[in-house]
């Protein structure tokens, strides 16, 4: 089952379309991606779903449902930073969410600390907190009532390394809770580490949907490196190969996926006079597909 179903949602602020006919669906217990470069509509499209924005046309479905005001209860949501008082503990920041919210009672609050690993620290003040744990404890302010979905957008942003991979836990240990997580973000190492489906935007327009694997996996990639520079030439030339790039690796050949055999290659480089002195399969890094797909893409 889909958590949302997006159909066909357009949205034009004036003269600029921020949104162009989209569509795609977030399955059920899913960690999702909403990936995009700046301006691509990813804002838009969160705020829309949260009903804070009305689109110009399409539609979209929360748990099977057509928007109404008793679904918002089921959704925890996180799109800018937080109202929390600097001089409050968390604690005393959860009760004021709550008594605005209306979501959950006092020992949500417990609840919702213990999920995000402040428990211990919960009488401490916000301002002692690092940044990863102010963030957390936003995310625990979210959790308030237990929604079904969490509503992330760029949930590591302005994070250290340290306060990234404990968010990055924190989404993984909330998936496995049973949350669906739909989260936006600018940070593609961090999307393809933590989720399993992506919907990448470009201009307004989905460009790519699906999970992970699929959106990666339309091509293999060998890395060879050899002594001799005719290397990139005699590839050029094998049967099958869709393009050669000269990298810092190595000469990447890329290939449809499952049409090439390494041992093959190996083969056909032996017997044109070259000794390969790498030969080795690449899995792609969302990173570069992304970059791939939203460079080359025109509207
Ligand atoms: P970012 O990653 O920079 O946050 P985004 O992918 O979230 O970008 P949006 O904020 O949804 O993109 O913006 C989509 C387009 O709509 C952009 O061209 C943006 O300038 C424009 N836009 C967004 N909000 C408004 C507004 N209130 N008025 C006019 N244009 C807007």
């Known amino acids: 089952m889909f958590i949302l179903e997006i159909n066909n949602i357009s949205k034009a602020y004036g003269k600029i379309k ?13 960690v999702f991606g909403i990936l995009g470069p700046n301006g691509s509509g990813k804002t838009t499209t969160l705020s829309i779903i949260l009903d804070v924005l009305q689109a110009d046309s399409g539609s979209y479905k929360w748990f099977g449902e057509s928007p109404h005001a008793g679904l918002r209860k089921r959704i925890g949501s996180l799109l800018e930073t937080p109202n929390l008082y600097h001089y409050l503990t968390a604690v005393q920041n959860l009760r004021i969410t709550q008594s605005i919210s209306g979501r959950g009672d006092d020992r949500d609050i417990e609840k919702v600390l213990k999920q995000v690993n402040l428990h211990e620290r919960k009488n401490y003040r ?3 907190y690092s940044l990863g744990m102010k963030q957390r404890l936003a995310i625990a302010a979210a959790l308030l009532g237990d929604p079904k979905v969490l509503l992330l957008d760029e949930p590591t ?4 390394p340290v ?8 989404i993984k240990s909330l998936a ?22 992506v919907a990448i935007l470009k201009q307004g327009k989905l460009i790519a949907s699906g999970s992970v694997d699929s959106v990666l996996s339309d091509e293999d990639c060998l890395i060879l490196s050899a002594a001799e520079n005719r290397l990139i030439e005699l590839m050029q030339g094998y049967k099958g190969i869709s393009r050669v790039a000269d990298t810092p690796e190595g000469v990447a050949c890329f290939f449809d996926k499952g049409k090439v055999s390494a041992a093959e290659v190996n083969a056909f480089c032996f017997n044109n006079g070259i000794v390969l002195s790498q030969i080795t399969m690449k899995k792609k890094k969302l990173e570069e597909k992304f970059f ?7 509207d």
């Open 18 to 30: 921020a949104l162009d006919n989209l569509s795609f669906n977030v399955p059920e217990g899913s």
């Open 126 to 128: 916000f301002s002692t």
């Open 157 to 160: 942003n302005g994070l250290d």
């Open 163 to 170: 306060g990234i991979a404990e968010i990055r836990e924190l």
């Open 176 to 197: 496995q809770s049973g949350h669906t997580i739909i989260m936006a973000s600018h940070l593609l190492d961090e999307v393809e580490k933590v989720c399993d489906y």
């Open 292 to 298: 791939e797909l939203t460079s080359t893409q025109n």
